[in-house]
Structures are given as C-alpha cells and as structure tokens.
C-alpha cells in the first residue's frame, strides 16, 4: 500500500507541474513554427521571389513616389491617385458614388470611371498616413505579386501541379508582357487575384454538383448520390461575393473572364458530354445561388453606374482604333529584356502591349498544347486563347499597321451594350492565363515523366521560350513638385473645406497635372472640368471629360500660344457667368506654369486684380 500510494503521488500531476507544462507549451511553439515553415517552404519562397521581381520591376518610382512619375502614362497616374485620394474619404464619412471634387458642380459618376473603390478603401489608412503616390505604387507592384501568388497556387491546389510548374505558370500570369505593359498606371487591368479564386469556387461547385462525386479531370472523390448540397450552397454564396468585390476592383476584367470561361466551359462540356450533362442540374443551382447573391449586392451600384447622375451605357473608346495588331503577336515589346522601342509601332502605347508573346512562346504553346491536347482542361484552354486573341484583333483585321478589309471576329459583338466599353486589344490579356494552363501541365507532365530526356528537355525548352519576354523594370522621371501654395495649406485662405479651385489653366484629359493638388489634400477641395468618364458626347454618350466653358477655352488657348487676346466685356461677363455656374471660391495661378505671365494678364482682364499668395496668384471669388 506505502509502496503503491507513493508511486501514485510521484506520477500524478500537481499544481506544480503546471508551469512546468506551460513552458513546454511555450518551448514546443517555435518548433511548430518552424515546422511550418520547413513543411511551406518552397511556397514561401516562390511567394518571397515573386514579391522580389514586382519590387525590382516598379523600382523606378521608390524610394519616394510622391516625387516620381511612370515615364510611359503620368496622365493615367494622375488619374488613379486621385481616385485612391477619393476612395480613401470612405474613412472620412463620404460613402457616395457621386463625387463632387471633380466636374465641379456636376460631378463625377465614381462606378462609371475604373475608380478601384475597392482597392481604395482596401488601401485608405495608407493614403490618408502617407498619400495616395505612395499606395499607387504598392498597388502597381502588390497587384503583380498577387496575381502571380494567386495563380500559383490555384496551379498548384486545383491542378495539382507540380511546384516548379506551378511557379512558372504563376510567374508567367503576374509578369507577362501584357501585365507589365498594363502596370503604366492601369491598376484596374493588374487586379488579377480574385480571378483565381473565382475559379476556385467554380471547380468547388463543379464538384459538388457531380452525383457520382467524381472530379472535374475523372478522378472519384466521394461516394455516388445527390452531390454535396452543402458545399454547391456555400459555393454559390462565396462566388456571388467575389464577383461583386470584382465589380469595385476591375469590370473590364471581370467582363473579360466571363467571356472566357464560357468558351472553354463549351469546349470542355463538348470534350465530356456525359460529364457535362450529368453535373449541370446541380451546377445551373448552385450558379442560381451566386447569381442572387450578386444582384442583391450589386443592384444598385450597377444601376448607378448605367443609369444614376452622370452615368454612361456605352464606352468611350473606338474599338477600330484599340484593335490589336496580327503582327505584334510574334514581336516583343521594348518592356521585355529582348525589345526593342521599335515595336511600339504596332500597337496604340506602351499601356498596351498586351499581345507581344514573341514567336519562341507561341510556337511553344503550340507544341504543347498539340502534345496534350488530349486533356480537356488543355483543349478548353486552347480553344479559349485563340478565340480570345480573335477578339482582340478587332472588327478589322490590321496587319503592320495596315487595316485589311477582313472582319475580325469582334465585328459580331461591335456596338452591343457593356460590350463596347472592353477594347479589343485587351481580349488578348485573357490569353495570358490559359497559355500558362497549358505550360503548366506540359512541365507538369515532363517532370511526372521516367523517361529523363523528357524531364530535362521540355522544361529547359520552356525556358529557352518564355526568355525574350521576361520583363524589364518600368521607366520613371521625376514630377514636377506641389506649388508652396498648396503643399503649404496655404490654398485655405481663400478656398473653404469641400469648396471650388479653379486653376489656370483649367485640368484636362491631356493635361491633368491640376489634379495632383486635390490629391495631396486627399480631395479636400473640388475643381470644375477635369480628366474623366462623363455622358457630354452627343446623345448623352460617354465622352473623355466635359465640353469647356468660355472662360475655360480662353485659359486653355492662352497657355497653349502664348498670345494674349483682347477681351470684351461680353467675355467678360461669361467669365463671371462661368464662375458662378462652377461655384467656384478661388482662381490660382501658380508660380511655374507654361506661358503664366500672359495667364496672369489674361487672369486680370477677366477677373480683376489677383493677390499674391505663397507661389501663386489668386482671385477669391466673392
């Protein structure tokens, strides 16, 4: 009895032992951490290098974006930190859709211009620390890395491909030609990680709308039945959100996937028949579900955006003009190490390489893609790139520069509602992740192979393809800095909270650089006309910004010129007239601004004497 009591009191567990647990606890966490990390490692790495090649590519605008410009598109920079200074007032109580901080006193439709309200609030606390130029250029770079990482994985957990072909198909998606070419200031075209995820969600459903619980590619998951009701729900639900997230983040692209995913869902159905029609019962439901989850949150937003004040139906672009070359498919373009600034003769900008693959990449796709073609995922992927690249080509086949009088295959959508407002040349960024579908699973499927030729082979001859396009970094210059008057507050003497500046010259679509001024302030002031999306084309249309006032055409021609001219009383009657219509607190004049000694003449003869304020001459309104 001693013997056995004492063995019990020395085996069971006291109150003192309890720290003693504590600390193992406490000692065994870094192990799991580290275990983590060991069991992850080539996904953070993969994660890590991706985030390294987006930082070297956007270096040119760091170490202090606020004094940096992208050297191929400042207008559109402009542009877009002005939407993230808007976007960030959500933080400051304004939760329109309307902005009056532009257009003055009309305003701006904020759903009917790529204002990525979502990646403005999602980035607000940053603007409002450090300024919209700095999370402009977070946004270029964070957008590449993520849609690279977001593919990579979606390769990696959907495809179930190997990692080193997961990671170049990621890297193909984040970096492409086209990506990079989009990065000149066009975030709501860079914006890729919630596509992966909404294929994600589809393939869930497709799954869970299977009674025999089979997988998409065959391979049997789950015991025959109804499908897993459950999950075809949650998955509907989840889709019907991404897609609304979508909608704040980038249409165009959202649009553009769409488009896509329904040619190759024709294609792999015409691939797997008895496949096809034994999920789409479930799958029609479970798509019913995202469907009404996506009209009850985007209800209003998108009647706001088509049919809300100043709200535009139709695009404001010509699709004969934004048509993609044939012959720039196999060139490359002056953003990839083997460029050259030649190539820009092909296409509308350097915004807009989308179609620059080179003809190593596009022979190799097609070999690959011949080689598995057997695979309907492949198939799917092949027959959506090439009609997705018919699209771009537009309603007119161009080859070299010379429009031919063959229809491009986009003739058949020309002029359709919401259609119009997608440019053709960019169908050809929907091409980037099905050739990097089929890349992957041919590496995939070399390095899975025993014969060791094929293994080494076809991955180095990848390499040897995707070569010519790899990016190089994205050119910058140095901006012109604020004037003191606003960089200083000083623009609070004569303009109140949310009041109206008038700058001279007024901002435009070509010359937006006035913008800048509100976006330092995070839009605490407005000003009339300016750079936007607005319904002032004949007929109510979409047009590039507004028609100008008098005063406005004055201003704008003096500073053109240079020439002075002799104004009436009549003109100077509209000027009054036109400063009331705007609303307008302040005409300034900064120090630095083309041809501003004949402004300021021009300035004085409509509105009087100005008063020297900092580096510039106002004109307060009273």
């Known amino acids: 009895m001693t013997s056995s009591a004492t063995t019990a009191q020395e085996t069971s567990p006291g109150p003192a032992s309890q720290p003693q647990r504590d600390r193992a606890t406490d000692a065994s966490r870094p192990a799991r951490l580290t275990a983590v990390v060991r069991r992850h490692a080539s996904d ?30 400042p207008e559109d920079q402009t542009l877009y930190e002005w939407f993230l200074a808007s976007d960030a007032r959500v933080l ?3 939760f329109s859709l309307l902005s009056d901080r532009l257009n003055a006193p009309d305003g701006v439709n904020l759903m009917a211009n790529t204002t990525v309200i979502a990646l403005g609030f999602l980035m607000a606390p940053v603007t409002l620390v450090f300024g919209a130029p700095v999370t402009f250029a977070l946004l270029v770079a964070g957008n590449l890395a993520a849609s690279a990482i977001a593919f990579y994985f979606l390769f990696v957990r959907v495809a179930g491909a190997h990692r080193l072909a997961a990671g170049v198909g990621g890297a193909f ?49 789950g015991p025959a039945g109804r499908g897993d009701r459950r999950q075809l ?23 553009l996937t769409a488009v896509t995913l329904i040619i190759m869902a024709v294609a792999y159905a015409a691939a797997r028949p008895r496949y096809a029609w034994r999920i789409l019962p479930n799958f029609v439901a479970g798509m019913l579900v995202a469907v009404c989850v996506g009209v009850v ?28 070359d044939l012959a720039s498919w196999p060139a490359i373009s002056e953003l990839s190490v083997a460029g050259s600034p030649s190539a820009a003769e092909l296409t509308t900008g350097p915004a807009e390489y989308n179609t620059f ?45 010379t429009e031919t009088s063959v229809a491009g295959p986009y003739a058949l959508l020309d ?23 089929i890349l992957v699973l041919a590496i995939d499927r070399a390095l899975r192979s025993r014969r060791r030729p094929v293994r080494v082979l076809v991955p180095a001859a990848m390499a040897i393809a995707l070569l010519p396009v790899v990016p190089a970094p994205l050119p910058g210059y140095d901006r012109d800095p604020l004037p003191e008057f ?3 507050g000083h623009w609070r003497e004569c303009v109140p909270p949310g009041g109206v500046l008038v700058p001279v010259p007024l901002a435009t679509p070509g010359e937006p650089w006035p913008m800048a001024w509100a976006t330092s302030t995070t839009v605490a002031f407005g000003m009339p006309e300016g750079f936007f999306i607005g319904p002032y084309a004949p007929g109510g249309e979409a047009s590039m910004g507004t028609f100008k006032q008098p005063t406005s055409k004055i201003l704008a021609e003096v500073a053109r010129t240079g020439d002075v001219p002799e104004l009436t009383d009549d003109e100077r009657r509209r000027a009054r007239r036109d400063l009331a219509r705007w609303e307008a607190d302040c005409v300034v004049l900064v120090d630095g601004t083309p041809n501003g000694a004949q402004l300021r003449q021009t300035s004085e003869e409509l509105f009087g004497p100005g008063r020297r304020v900092a580096d510039a001459w106002i004109w307060p309104v009273s």
């Open 44 to 73: 953070i790495a993969t994660c890590l290098l991706y985030l390294l090649v987006a930082g070297w590519l956007t270096h040119q605008l760091w170490p202090d974006p606020a004094n940096r410009l992208l050297t191929f598109n």
């Open 415 to 437: 002029g359709m509602p919401v259609v119009d407002g997608a440019l053709p040349m960019r169908f050809a960024l929907a091409v980037i992740p099905l050739i990097a579908t």
């Open 357 to 401: 693959l080179g003809w190593p990449l596009l022979v190799a796709t097609l070999v690959c893609a011949g080689w598995l073609i057997r695979r309907p995922v492949v198939l799917a992927s092949a027959v959506g790139a090439l009609l997705m690249a018919g699209l771009s080509l537009g309603p007119r086949i161009v080859v070299a520069g």
């Open 92 to 94: 400051l109580g304004d």
């Open 486 to 488: 606003i960089a200083g």
């Open 173 to 221: 998606c984040g970096f492409a030609p086209g990506m990079v070419s989009q990065s000149n200031s066009h975030l709501h075209m860079t914006a890729l990680w919630l596509i992966p995820i909404m294929i994600w969600l589809l393939v869930r459903m497709m799954r869970a709308a299977d009674p025999s619980g089979s997988t998409p590619d065959g391979r049997i998951v």
């Open 297 to 324: 949150l985007l209800a209003y937003p998108l009647w706001f955006q088509f049919a809300g004040p100043q709200g535009v139906a139709d695009g404001v672009f010509d699709p004969g003009y934004f048509s993609a």
């Open 233 to 255: 729900v949650t998955s509907g639900i989840w889709l019907g959100v991404v897609v609304a997230l979508q909608v704040f983040v980038g249409e165009e692209v959202l649009f």
